[in-house]
């Protein structure tokens, strides 16, 4: 039986939510599988992945095939390069311990993106907030100076120094 890592689709429109599961691949996509591996949430920033890492590697050791978005998550998770570190195991590369550290040092510099990521994503939330505050601010006191300006007594246009001027002029 071909098996496959793939993604299936709950939720509802607009707000896809997708379980990362292995399911035979003659199964249609929102049909039956063999085993559930995790979840994936792409309606938020960064995206949410929530996978059980040991079984989503024994299935790939034993032959099952990502789709390309799985792919993709698993690469992103960690599961491929740990397969990959696996392999140079086999092939006398690569000693258990070096390959631990191999892998504990990838997964720092992965961790240290997504907080970077988080935190610029957090500071741009706030300035835009505080950009969004200045500006509310700036247009209220254009329209309390709008109003203000309104509400006013007209200003009564003094007619008396034109009208010495006029004599001015007449009397030279």
Not at 58 to 76: F, K
Not at 100 to 108: R, S, V
Not at 112 to 139: D, F, N, V, Y
Not at 140 to 155: R, S
Request: with cysteine; aromatic share 6%; glycine share 6%.
């Amino acid at each position: 039986m071909a098996t496959k890592i793939r993604l299936q689709r709950h939720g509802k429109k607009g707000k896809p939510f997708y379980y990362i599961v292995v399911a035979d691949s003659r199964a249609p996509r929102d049909g039956r599988f063999i085993e559930r591996l995790g979840s994936y949430n792409p309606n938020t920033n960064p995206a949410t992945i929530d996978i059980n890492f040991d079984k989503t590697l024994q299935w790939v050791n034993t032959g099952a095939q990502p789709t390309d978005t799985c792919r993709a998550i698993l690469s992103y998770k960690g599961v491929l390069y740990k397969k990959h570190l696996q392999g140079g195991i086999a092939k006398g590369a690569l000693t258990e311990e070096q390959a631990e550290e191999k892998f504990a040092a990838w997964l720092d510099q992965k961790d240290g993106k997504i907080t970077g990521k988080k935190s610029s994503l957090t500071t741009a939330k706030e300035e835009a907030k505080k950009a969004a505050l200045i500006a509310e601010a700036k247009k209220k006191e254009d329209k309390a100076a709008a109003i203000a300006a309104k509400n006013a007594p007209p200003a009564v246009e003094e007619e008396a120094p034109a009208t010495e001027e006029a004599t001015e002029e007449g009397a030279e």
